[in-house]
């Protein structure tokens, strides 16, 4: 979707699926108590009329839910009505017989039937609706016609019933690459159309972009024909282009699908779309087929395709996306996410357009300028944005609304939120085009006039109190139209005439009980008790029309008189409401602008979103530059600062959030972030990649000043979870994800990493974590925040010169840790897990015996200090109240050998081995005096100050264990023991 330049006068030129373990038991047109496809045409033949349109009908739709329409209910049968039953919690009962055999048969009223698609929808299901196609008739025998006018997917639905409002509903579609590319970077056609709106849009991208294109615009179907190509997690969105519907084509190739595009928009020739390459027309066409098929042949009007470039959205995989909850938490909701947090938008298409921002911010510098200015303005402009929210409140659906009347199926509201809407349009435009320095100019003189003539239209033509559905009289006001008024006279005055003819009939057949009744069926007709039809019967003039036990209706020829001048004025009546009904539908669709200026007025609601965010003086418009700059002032993290405000209105007290600030120049662009858990860790992180997004989507920040260079790639590996459905430990799932980053990452992303190695044994997870550090700040050299509890990795600075180490800072008081909140420069000693378990309620007698083996751990461990080593670590490297100890700390001397396997080269400072004392070497896999070696040792034995029982003891044991069959708590004992040996007295 572009971004506007004078927004009102644009014309149009941007995980499991729910409920699917239901779905796999849809009906298959097959079962013990279903007719075989084979056997279709068959039981047609054997089937009542009726039961036989079900029948040829179910054969075109075998795995789909059949409504069938019979009266006032839509009905299922068979393995549908099976199905169906379970799915509603409805009752399952029969209709008639079929091959002596009761037909299984549930049903549900056609005046609420979106309730009950909604439900169906949401739990997987297709469900096609067959319907009548002709109006009874005299004389006619046997049942009407019947056609499936509708299939309804997840991806084709328009109805708001159906729907989240402030979420886009897509439909995809896929096109692989050819098969002689596939595997060496070829690229995917995608195409994806929102059917509600009418938006269509299509891009190119490679395998690798897939997974985080489907990431950012969440599909609720895609059409592809091998559902095994897509990622895992999308799979179950999957749908066959054919959508399970017989005789539907399926293949298409670049010269057709291109004739497709053409027809679908009504040009010659398809390059007028665009430049659209042949992979993207052939999913486009896919789309469109998928599209025209559950429409019964028909397509609504759509937007020309708007072609996108890859590159220009910032990269976003799924594991960044769910780590950071912009749109949706992992329990699927829109608590406590990003959106959230900025959402004050006033109409469903404002929120929706911000989804759309936040879910993809963007790399091109001029679009997120344009959109700053945008919402600045307004915020300078107080009085005049309060007047804009005032014009924006409780406006309609507008976009979706024009949806539905593209598509033939307009409700009278729909026809009304067109008039809403384009009363607020025509006074956003005096408001704004009168403003001084506005950049949302006013539309042409001649668009402006016929905006005005067609809002005038619809409000004269429109009833103030408008039926539930279009066919339903009382769209159309009095006073209109001249004819249908008389037409409606005609109808309803009648009411008078019958009342005279009851009184009159009464007295002449001496029956004061005698009255005229309107019978759906019969028409108008006398009613009197039984009794006194007995005696009415002898007059020749009056025919029986129906008796019961208690009543007797009778018919004459006045009556039928009657009834057939107020039929045909009901009738006529009708016609002409629905006539004049669709000639406002034609003048909305005549003003092709509409869709752009509705879309505009989105943008103004996600403006005046931005302006009142910004008004409270503690968001800032971010500098955005084409260099590797980044630096926040005071950050905050916009979610969780606004759950803290929450709980204080509500009066749970606590104090204001922390902010921090972070600066990540070229020269100290890899922060090394310490501190224990509940410190904040997570938190400062995750704000920091928020910013980041937040900035190139366009929106304001919540900092002092912000000044980021801009982003192509972020990286958030905070929080990683199992994934038990796939098989996943949630180790795995953390190198999975690293490895993604580690393999994507380049000198203009943003990486963030909270952890790594912790879900292994220390010495492997210590050895990964620093193997990564060194490859983001050697090779990747991306902007960095590696959050981590080996504190050892902080002792990298001399052969990391780009990393600086930073703690978040705590205090002990009266045996408590307080934690601050603060970021400060240093390093942590210690992770103080002990602390945070007390405040978890681990119970006492447990924590004073973690407190008493970690004493003595430490006092059994703790190396003798060297001239070499300082009693304390470097005063700038100390976070107030941390200390060290073993191998979480920051004492731990880098080993050369470590070195010269990362480089081939000695680090200007660090001794080599000959020359470091015994303490600092080091001394085998596990050891730990020096846990920053990498899986190449060398070994020091001690010589001058071992006694000469002392070393053969020490190479006894040292033959004995297999290093790779040790598991981590064998290997822990093991270099206690080894401790002693070196421990022995001389």
């Known amino acids: 979707m572009t971004d506007h330049q004078a927004p009102f006068v644009k014309t149009p030129t941007s995980a499991p699926g729910p409920g699917q373990a239901d779905a796999g038991k849809a009906n298959q047109g097959a079962g013990t108590e279903g007719p075989t496809q084979s056997s279709w045409a068959e039981r047609a033949a054997q089937a009542s009329p009726a039961m036989a349109q079900w029948f040829t009908l179910k054969e075109q739709v075998p795995d789909t839910l059949l409504l069938f329409r019979m009266g006032d209910f839509y009905e299922l049968f068979y393995e549908d009505a099976h199905t169906a039953a379970t799915a509603l919690d409805i009752a399952l009962t029969a209709r008639g017989k079929h091959s002596d055999s009761p037909i299984p048969m549930c049903g549900v009223p056609?005046?609420?039937?979106?309730?009950?698609?909604?439900?169906?929808?949401?739990?997987?299901?297709?469900?096609?609706?067959?319907?009548?196609t002709e109006k009874p008739s005299k004389g006619r025998k046997g049942p009407l016609p019947r056609s499936i006018v509708r299939i309804l997917t997840p991806g084709t639905l328009t109805e708001d019933e159906l729907l989240e409002s402030a979420r886009p509903n897509l439909l995809m579609a896929l096109a692989p690459?050819?098969?002689?590319?596939?595997?060496?970077?070829?690229?995917?056609?995608?195409?994806?159309?929102?059917?509600?709106?009418?938006?269509?849009?299509?891009?190119?991208?490679?395998?690798?972009?897939?997974?985080?294109?489907?990431?950012?615009?969440?599909?609720?179907?895609?059409?592809?024909?091998?559902?095994?190509?897509?990622?895992?997690?999308?799979?179950?969105?999957?749908?066959?282009?054919?959508?399970?519907a017989r005789g539907r084509r399926s293949a298409l190739n670049a010269a057709r699908a291109r004739t497709t595009m053409a027809q679908a928009w009504h040009v010659h020739d398809a390059a007028s779309l665009g430049a659209v390459t042949d992979n993207q027309a052939i999913a486009c066409a896919m789309m469109l087929d998928y599209a025209r098929m559950s429409q019964a042949g028909t397509l609504p009007r759509l937007a020309p395709p708007v072609v996108h470039r890859e590159g220009h959205a910032m990269g976003l995989d799924s594991a960044t996306r769910a780590s950071l909850d912009l749109l949706e938490g992992r329990d699927g909701s829109t608590a406590n996410t990003l959106f959230e947090a900025l959402d004050n938008t006033l109409t469903a298409g404002g929120g929706r357009l911000l989804a759309e921002r936040i879910a993809n911010p963007l790399t091109y510098l001029a679009t997120i300028q344009q959109r700053q200015r945008d919402w600045a303005w307004l915020a300078e402009n107080d009085n005049l944005a309060e007047q804009v929210r005032a014009h924006l409140k409780g406006l309609p659906d507008a976009s979706r609304a024009l949806g539905r009347i593209a598509s033939n199926r307009a409700l009278p509201r729909d026809l009304a939120a067109i008039r809403d809407t384009l009363a607020a349009l025509m006074a956003l435009h005096?408001?704004?085009?009168?403003?001084?320095?506005?950049?949302?100019?006013?539309?042409?003189?001649?668009?402006?006039?016929?905006?005005?003539?067609?809002?005038?239209?619809?409000?004269?033509?429109?009833?103030?109190?408008?039926?539930?559905?279009?066919?339903?009289?009382?769209?159309?006001?009095?006073?209109?139209?001249?004819?249908?008024?008389?037409?409606?006279?005609?109808r309803d005055d009648s009411q008078q005439a019958i009342m005279t003819m009851q009184a009159g009939l009464?007295?002449?057949?001496?029956?004061?009980?005698?009255?005229?009744?309107?019978?759906?069926?019969?028409?108008?007709?006398?009613?009197?008790?039984?009794?006194?039809?007995?005696r009415l019967r002898a007059h020749p003039e009056l025919h029986i029309r129906q008796g019961t036990a208690n009543l007797a209706r009778f018919s004459n020829q006045a009556l039928d008189e009657l009834n057939s001048t107020l039929a045909?004025?009901?009738?006529?009546?009708?016609?002409?409401?629905?006539?004049?009904?669709?000639?406002?539908?034609?003048?909305?669709?005549?003003?092709?602008?509409?869709?752009?200026?509705?879309?505009?007025?989105?943008?103004?609601?996600?403006?005046?979103?931005?302006?009142?965010?910004?008004?409270?003086?503690?968001w800032c418009i971010p500098e955005l530059t084409e260099d590797a700059s980044f630096d926040l002032r005071q950050c905050r993290h916009p979610v969780v600062e606004r759950a803290m405000e929450g709980q204080r209105a509500k009066g749970g007290g606590g104090a204001p959030f922390t902010p921090n600030s972070c600066a990540l120049p070229p020269t100290e662009r890899v922060m090394l972030l310490t501190g224990p858990n509940m410190a904040g860790k997570s938190t400062f992180l995750r704000q920091n990649a928020l910013a980041i997004i937040m900035a190139q989507a366009g929106l304001p920040?919540?900092?002092?000043?912000?000044?980021?260079?801009?982003?192509?790639?972020?990286?958030?590996?905070?929080?990683?979870?199992?994934?038990?459905?796939?098989?996943?430990?949630?180790?795995?799932?953390?190198?999975?994800?690293?490895?993604?980053?580690?393999?994507?990452?380049?000198?203009?992303?943003?990486?963030?990493?909270?952890?790594?190695?912790?879900?292994?044994?220390?010495?492997?997870?210590?050895?990964?974590?620093?193997?990564?550090?060194?490859?983001?700040?050697?090779?990747?050299?991306?902007?960095?925040?590696?959050?981590?509890?080996?504190?050892?990795?902080?002792?990298?600075?001399?052969?990391?010169?780009?990393?600086?180490p930073w703690a978040m800072k705590v205090r002990e008081w009266e045996g408590q840790l307080v934690f601050q909140h603060e970021v400060a420069p240093g390093v942590a000693g210690r992770s103080w897990g002990i602390h945070v378990a007390r405040l978890a309620g681990v119970p006492a007698p447990i924590l004073e015996r973690a407190q008493a083996l970690l004493n003595q751990m430490q006092a059994r461990r703790k190396p003798a200090r060297t001239p070499h080593q300082p009693e304390h670590p470097p005063a700038t490297w100390q976070a107030q109240g941390?200390?060290?100890?073993?191998?979480?700390?920051?004492?731990?001397?880098?080993?050369?050998?470590?070195?010269?396997?990362?480089?081939?080269?000695?680090?200007?400072?660090?001794?080599?081995?000959?020359?470091?004392?015994?303490?600092?070497?080091?001394?085998?896999?596990?050891?730990?005096?020096?846990?920053?070696a990498k899986p190449t040792f060398t070994l020091t034995l001690p010589t001058e100050n071992a006694s000469a029982d002392t070393a053969p003891a020490l190479r006894a044991f040292l033959k004995n264990p297999d290093p790779d069959s040790l598991s981590p708590r064998q290997a822990h004992a093991l270099l206690y023991e080894l401790g002693d040996l070196l421990k022995k007295p001389q």
Request: glycine share 8%.
């Open 430 to 490: 005096v408001l704004l085009g009168r403003a001084p320095q506005t950049p949302w100019a006013a539309p042409e003189p001649a668009l402006a006039a016929r905006l005005a003539s067609l809002h005038a239209m619809l409000a004269q033509a429109l009833a103030e109190e408008l039926p539930a559905r279009a066919t339903e009289d009382g769209v159309i006001a009095s006073g209109f139209d001249v004819e249908l008024d008389r037409l409606r006279t005609l």
């Open 701 to 804: 920040v919540p900092a002092l000043s912000a000044r980021i260079g801009l982003v192509d790639r972020l990286f958030s590996r905070v929080g990683s979870a199992d994934d038990l459905a796939r098989g996943q430990s949630t180790f795995m799932v953390e190198m999975t994800e690293t490895a993604a980053l580690l393999n994507q990452a380049g000198p203009r992303s943003f990486v963030i990493v909270d952890e790594l190695g912790r879900g292994t044994a220390p010495l492997d997870g210590l050895a990964l974590a620093r193997a990564s550090l060194e490859a983001l700040h050697d090779s990747i050299r991306a902007r960095t925040i590696f959050a981590t509890h080996f504190h050892a990795l902080a002792n990298l600075t001399a052969e990391l010169p780009a990393m600086r």
């Open 110 to 132: 056609f005046h609420s039937v979106d309730a009950y698609l909604r439900r169906l929808i949401q739990r997987g299901f297709r469900v096609a609706l067959a319907e009548q």
């Open 177 to 244: 690459p050819p098969a002689h590319v596939q595997g060496q970077g070829g690229e995917w056609g995608v195409a994806w159309m929102d059917f509600s709106t009418g938006t269509v849009d299509v891009q190119s991208t490679t395998a690798l972009g897939l997974d985080e294109l489907l990431g950012r615009l969440k599909p609720a179907e895609i059409i592809i024909h091998d559902r095994e190509a897509l990622p895992a997690a999308w799979r179950p969105y999957a749908q066959a282009p054919d959508g399970g």
């Open 506 to 534: 009464a007295e002449r057949y001496g029956a004061p009980r005698l009255r005229v009744r309107h019978h759906s069926q019969l028409g108008h007709v006398i009613e009197v008790p039984a009794r006194e039809g007995e």
């Open 882 to 932: 941390v200390g060290a100890s073993d191998l979480f700390t920051n004492q731990a001397t880098l080993s050369p050998t470590a070195e010269s396997s990362r480089t081939g080269r000695t680090a200007s400072g660090v001794k080599e081995a000959s020359e470091m004392p015994p303490q600092a070497s080091s001394v085998a896999e596990g050891g730990s005096l020096n846990p920053l």
């Open 568 to 618: 045909e004025a009901a009738e006529l009546s009708t016609e002409r409401e629905q006539g004049l009904v669709q000639k406002l539908v034609e003048a909305i669709m005549a003003l092709e602008a509409l869709p752009a200026l509705i879309q505009n007025m989105a943008a103004l609601d996600v403006a005046q979103s931005c302006a009142a965010l910004a008004r409270t003086g503690r």
